[in-house]
Protein backbone atom coordinates (compact mmCIF):
# COMPACT_ATOMS: atom_id res chain seq x y z
CA UNK A 1 0.00 0.00 0.00
CA UNK A 2 1.02 3.59 -0.98
CA UNK A 3 -0.34 6.32 1.27
CA UNK A 4 -0.57 10.26 -0.51
CA UNK A 5 -1.64 13.25 1.08
CA UNK A 6 -1.56 16.86 -0.53
CA UNK A 7 -0.94 19.84 1.05
CA UNK A 8 -0.28 23.36 0.10
CA UNK A 9 -3.44 24.22 -1.87
CA UNK A 10 -5.40 27.64 -0.86
CA UNK A 11 -7.16 30.94 -2.20
CA UNK A 12 -4.94 33.38 -5.14
CA UNK A 13 -5.51 36.26 -7.06
CA UNK A 14 -5.13 35.34 -11.18
CA UNK A 15 -1.56 35.72 -11.99
CA UNK A 16 -0.12 34.67 -8.81
CA UNK A 17 1.18 31.47 -7.51
CA UNK A 18 0.91 28.10 -5.27
CA UNK A 19 2.94 25.37 -4.73
CA UNK A 20 0.81 21.95 -3.76
CA UNK A 21 2.50 19.11 -2.18
CA UNK A 22 1.98 15.11 -1.91
CA UNK A 23 4.02 13.23 0.76
CA UNK A 24 3.87 9.45 0.15
CA UNK A 25 4.59 6.81 2.35
CA UNK A 26 4.03 3.18 3.11
CA UNK A 27 5.63 1.14 0.05
CA UNK A 28 7.16 4.08 -1.91
CA UNK A 29 9.39 1.74 -3.34
CA UNK A 30 7.39 0.17 -5.58
CA UNK A 31 6.09 3.60 -7.19
CA UNK A 32 6.90 3.93 -10.52
CA UNK A 33 5.45 7.41 -11.49
CA UNK A 34 3.69 10.42 -9.97
CA UNK A 35 1.16 12.44 -11.24
CA UNK A 36 -1.48 15.61 -10.80
CA UNK A 37 -4.81 15.36 -12.17
CA UNK A 38 -7.65 17.95 -11.16
CA UNK A 39 -11.19 18.19 -11.23
CA UNK A 40 -13.26 21.39 -11.90
CA UNK A 41 -16.78 20.93 -10.67
CA UNK A 42 -19.40 20.14 -12.80
CA UNK A 43 -16.25 19.36 -15.25
CA UNK A 44 -14.19 15.39 -15.38
CA UNK A 45 -10.88 14.75 -13.53
CA UNK A 46 -8.16 16.07 -15.71
CA UNK A 47 -4.36 15.12 -16.24
CA UNK A 48 -2.13 17.90 -15.54
CA UNK A 49 0.91 16.88 -14.96
CA UNK A 50 3.60 13.65 -14.58
CA UNK A 51 6.75 12.90 -13.45
CA UNK A 52 8.99 9.19 -13.57
CA UNK A 53 9.91 8.75 -9.77
CA UNK A 54 13.13 7.05 -10.80
CA UNK A 55 14.14 9.16 -14.28
CA UNK A 56 12.26 12.28 -13.96
CA UNK A 57 11.26 12.44 -16.81
CA UNK A 58 8.62 15.05 -17.11
CA UNK A 59 5.02 15.50 -18.78
CA UNK A 60 2.19 17.98 -19.30
CA UNK A 61 -1.45 19.04 -20.62
CA UNK A 62 -0.76 21.22 -23.19
CA UNK A 63 -3.00 23.91 -20.51
CA UNK A 64 -0.51 24.02 -18.28
CA UNK A 65 2.93 23.73 -19.97
CA UNK A 66 5.03 26.50 -19.55
CA UNK A 67 3.03 27.59 -16.48
CA UNK A 68 3.53 24.77 -14.03
CA UNK A 69 6.33 22.39 -13.32
CA UNK A 70 6.07 18.98 -11.37
CA UNK A 71 9.17 17.92 -9.46
CA UNK A 72 10.19 15.48 -6.83
CA UNK A 73 12.20 14.62 -3.58
CA UNK A 74 13.05 11.17 -3.43
CA UNK A 75 14.74 11.71 -0.13
CA UNK A 76 11.40 12.51 1.16
CA UNK A 77 9.08 10.87 -0.86
CA UNK A 78 7.29 14.11 -1.93
CA UNK A 79 6.18 15.66 -5.47
CA UNK A 80 5.72 19.21 -5.99
CA UNK A 81 3.66 20.58 -8.11
CA UNK A 82 4.22 24.53 -8.70
CA UNK A 83 1.96 26.63 -10.68
CA UNK A 84 2.39 30.19 -11.45
CA UNK A 85 0.49 32.38 -13.70
CA UNK A 86 -2.60 31.07 -12.22
CA UNK A 87 -5.59 31.93 -13.88
CA UNK A 88 -9.54 31.43 -12.93
CA UNK A 89 -9.96 28.43 -14.49
CA UNK A 90 -7.17 26.78 -12.66
CA UNK A 91 -9.38 26.34 -10.26
CA UNK A 92 -10.09 22.93 -9.25
CA UNK A 93 -9.71 20.17 -6.57
CA UNK A 94 -5.92 18.67 -7.26
CA UNK A 95 -5.30 15.41 -6.50
CA UNK A 96 -1.74 13.75 -6.65
CA UNK A 97 -1.81 10.01 -7.78
CA UNK A 98 0.68 7.19 -7.56
CA UNK A 99 1.68 4.21 -10.26
CA UNK A 100 3.14 1.26 -9.17
CA UNK A 101 3.25 -0.18 -13.26
CA UNK A 102 6.27 -0.52 -15.07
CA UNK A 103 6.68 -0.73 -18.49
CA UNK A 104 5.48 1.72 -20.80
CA UNK A 105 3.97 4.69 -18.55
CA UNK A 106 0.45 5.81 -20.02
CA UNK A 107 0.91 8.83 -17.51
CA UNK A 108 -2.32 10.88 -18.42
CA UNK A 109 -4.57 7.77 -17.86
CA UNK A 110 -6.51 7.63 -14.55
CA UNK A 111 -6.25 3.75 -14.64
CA UNK A 112 -2.64 3.86 -14.91
CA UNK A 113 -2.50 5.05 -11.10
CA UNK A 114 -3.31 2.85 -8.56
CA UNK A 115 -3.06 5.27 -5.68
CA UNK A 116 -4.80 8.15 -5.09
CA UNK A 117 -5.05 11.47 -2.26
CA UNK A 118 -7.83 13.01 -0.92
CA UNK A 119 -7.54 15.86 -3.13
CA UNK A 120 -6.51 19.82 -1.92
CA UNK A 121 -8.83 22.87 -3.16
CA UNK A 122 -7.19 25.68 -5.14
CA UNK A 123 -9.16 28.38 -5.89
CA UNK A 124 -7.96 31.11 -8.11
CA UNK A 125 -9.99 34.30 -8.40
CA UNK A 126 -10.05 36.90 -11.10
Known amino acids: QVQLVESGGGLVQAGGSLRVSCAAS????????MAWFRQAPGKEREFVAA????????YYADSVKGRFTISRDNAKNTVYLQMNSLKPEDTAVYYC???????????????????WGQGTQVTVSS
Open 26 to 33: GRTFSVYG
Open 51 to 58: IHWIGGST
Open 97 to 115: AASTASGIYRYTRETTYDY
